[in-house]
């Protein structure tokens, strides 16, 4: 059995247009602004790995796309230690990068197709991604997992994917096991957190990037639609030796997390995007 197969994951026709839609002026102003944004960034050069240059630029991105941003109080990175954190999340689409940046600057492991998208990839490359090839089989799933416990145990947090496909909503899919063995063998703690997105109140799956579909489409869905909002909740650490007892109850947190979100607004904040 190939280590690296996935779950198919939602089909892109659960991806729907957004219920609000802005005009085509505005649509293109969006498209004009992201495109400003994704310039200055790669101006940036090695200054975008840094802890400041990530943030502003996401939170940057954001604003040009009329996403508002909503995060909980608590951080990503586990305060306190001397180790990185296991940052986990629910994967929905390309903007969850964007708006975990936005909340705090960390590495994350994307697989190595990424590394070759123009711009994209450079981005990327320059923030520390850590690239994983699914083809190179069974003996390539210990060297990740080895990897990203050197780069914990070092002291970086990084944020992981483990559904390893997209879904359209956060319940979906599950999360699999390889990257806790990372957090294991580091000694380091699991923060899981919940990504969500919301147009009027009400889940959206207009940033849902699915199946087959090109990046463009599902762009213009985030582009048009009006008071897109994506929230981003950190959920308590955990700690064990047990990689599947610390996926099973970091995916019951994640998951945990959405129902919540309604009831816990007050402890979120709006993010100013400026």
């Given at each position: 059995m190939n280590p690296w197969a996935v779950d198919v994951g939602c089909p892109r026709t659960c991806a729907v247009r957004p219920a609000t839609r802005v005009g085509p002026a505005e649509e293109a102003l969006r498209y004009a602004a992201v495109a400003r944004e994704l310039g200055r960034s790669l101006l940036l050069g090695e200054r975008l790995a840094g802890d400041v240059a990530p943030r502003v630029q996401a939170r940057r991105v954001l604003r040009a796309l009329g996403v508002d941003l909503e995060?909980?109080?608590?951080?990503?990175?586990v305060p306190g230690t001397d180790t990185g954190t296991l940052i986990v999340a629910n994967h929905i689409s390309w903007l969850d990068v964007v708006a975990l940046l936005a909340v705090e600057p960390v590495s994350f492991v994307a697989k190595k197709e990424i590394g070759r998208w123009p711009v994209v990839g450079t981005l990327a490359r320059r923030m520390g991604t850590q690239f994983i090839d699914r083809e190179g089989g069974r003996r390539e799933l210990p060297?990740?997992?080895?990897?990203?416990?050197?780069?914990?145990?070092?002291?970086?947090?990084?944020?992981?994917?483990?559904?390893?496909?997209?879904?359209?909503?956060?319940?979906?899919?599950?999360?699999?096991r390889a990257a806790f063995q990372a957090a294991v063998d580091a000694g380091v703690p699991v923060r899981p957190v919940t990504v969500a997105y919301r147009q009027g109140g009400a889940?959206?799956?207009?940033?849902?990037?699915?199946?087959?579909?090109?990046?463009?489409?599902?762009?213009?869905?985030?582009?048009?639609?009006?008071?897109?909002?994506?929230?981003?909740?950190?959920?308590?650490p955990l700690h064990g030796h047990d990689r599947k007892m610390l996926a099973?109850?970091?995916?019951?947190?994640?998951?945990?997390?959405?129902?919540?979100?309604?009831?816990?607004?007050?402890?979120h904040g709006r993010v100013a995007l400026s």
């Open positions: 995060a909980a109080l608590a951080p990503l990175s060297l990740m997992v080895g990897e990203l416990a050197k780069t914990l145990a070092s002291g970086r947090s990084v944020l992981v994917f483990p559904q390893a496909t997209t879904w359209c909503s956060v319940g979906s899919g599950r999360f699999r889940a959206s799956t207009a940033a849902a990037f699915l199946a087959d579909e090109g990046f463009g489409g599902s762009l213009r869905r985030v582009a048009l639609a009006r008071g897109l909002t994506v929230r981003v909740s950190a959920h308590a099973a109850q970091a995916w019951a947190a994640v998951c945990a997390g959405d129902d919540a979100v309604a009831e816990t607004a007050g402890e």
